[in-house]
């Protein structure tokens, strides 16, 4: 099968699987999500990755391994695990992308090193009480370094990590009204990205790279419109963070 008929395959089995809203949207968001990053005989690591949305499209990109980690699939009443297991049974990628319900905390795998890590949606989970009071004490900075520092031991020299998530800061919960745009955001869990950039270069990343996302059900025009700070502070302030690893390894020493 062509990589091109593999991805129309993966497009079509998303959508029947109802794991995305629309294959229209979610194909433009991959295109930006993935930008300037070779997923072909890469190993990613996809953190918090949920059903394995991200996941299975790296698969089908040609990587040679992915591990989707996300500790709520085990006993998962919603049937993660077992769509996980259909998803890739249909997909033909059984061999190269797994489910482990695990935290990046517990996940222990050997000798390996991955070359794409994904945290989306995920990182203010890592540790979510440490995340709300991040800028109030020490003691949680160092918490989210030790993870982070985790992270930089599995991550190959000059890995790809991609960070999207929402900042803290919104011109909604300024104001102390809900979001129409965002309404089950709680958004004292977040931090802006400045923020997860400057921890992230203690464990060995470099080079930060800030966007923001835009609002995908306008395509391009929204691209143009809202891919900028002030634009996001107004609507949903969803930001991606990319940075690289570098050779010498992270500053911290991981102790899980």
Known sequence: MSDRAK???????IAREKMHPSAGRLRFYLQDLFADVDLRNSRVLDIGGGSGLFSFYAACMGAEKVVCLEPESEGSSSGMSARFRRVCENLGVGEKATLQPVTIQS???GDSRFDVVLLHNSINHLDEPACIHLLEDEKNREIYRRIFAK??????????????DCSRYNLFARLGIRNPLAPSIEWHKHQAPEVWASLLRDAGFRDPKITWIPFNLMGSLGRFLTNNPCASYCLNSRFCLRMKKTKGGSVHEASF
């Open 7 to 13: 991805l129309e395959e993966y497009f079509s089995i």
């Open 107 to 109: 996940f222990h795998p």
């Open 151 to 164: 992270i930089g031991s599995l991550s190959a020299a000059e890995a790809n990590l991609i960070v999207c």
